[in-house]
């Protein structure tokens, strides 16, 4: 009779434990134990779905910059900002660069960065370019930057190659000179 008590008691226990860990409060239970690793991205508040615009900025200068935050949220690795070519970066608005670094002991803190756009003078267009924000524990951020370029006016000027500016035929040279820059300058 004993070992047949032993036996209802073990079969007891495990039925018990089957309709236990089946329930959706212990799920909940455990599911709330977890850490949420998240990005969280400040500013503007369209920010993911317009992007940030910089007015128009010269060849080789820089645009002002504009500021967002990002905050993690359970966060014990570094996060990762970068940003495509023609744009720059900054944690402090004065040191500029294309990649920064926020630590993971600061990495939960809500961290201020600047974005300028800075066009060389190879950039003959506007540009448009993303900033990735990243995380090992949490999913990516990244949105739009878009800058737009002043371009300078094309000027031509006509020119006179060893030509005789007193006589006839030579006047009559400059005016046909002229006449074919000034269609041209129209198209």
């Known amino acids: 009779m004993f070992r047949n008590m032993k036996l209802a ?16 409060n212990d799920d909940d239970i455990i599911k709330q134990d977890l850490p949420e690793y998240k990005l969280i991205l400040g500013g503007q ?30 966060l014990t690795t570094d996060v990762t900002i970068s940003i495509s070519n023609h744009f720059q970066l900054s944690l402090n608005n004065t040191n500029f660069t ?12 809500q961290t201020t960065v600047y974005v300028r756009y800075s066009p060389d003078e190879t950039v003959k267009t506007d540009v448009d370019g993303v900033v990735t924000i990243t995380n090992n524990q949490a999913e990516n951020i990244s949105f ?17 190659d060893k030509e ?11 005016q046909e000179k002229l006449l074919r820059y000034m269609m041209m300058s129209q198209i």
């Open 144 to 160: 739009t930057v878009k800058g737009k370029t002043t371009l300078g006016n094309i000027i031509n000027y006509l020119t006179f």
């Open 45 to 74: 508040d369209d920010l993911l779905s317009t992007g940030m615009s910089f007015p128009n900025t010269d060849p080789n200068a820089v645009s002002i910059s504009k500021p967002f935050t990002i905050k993690g949220e359970d």
């Open 164 to 174: 005789r500016l007193a006589n006839g035929a030579a006047i009559n040279s400059i």
């Open 98 to 109: 294309n990649t920064i670094t926020i630590a993971a002991n600061q990495s939960n803190n």
């Open 9 to 24: 008691y073990t079969v007891f226990v495990l039925a018990f434990l089957i309709v236990s860990c089946g329930s959706d």
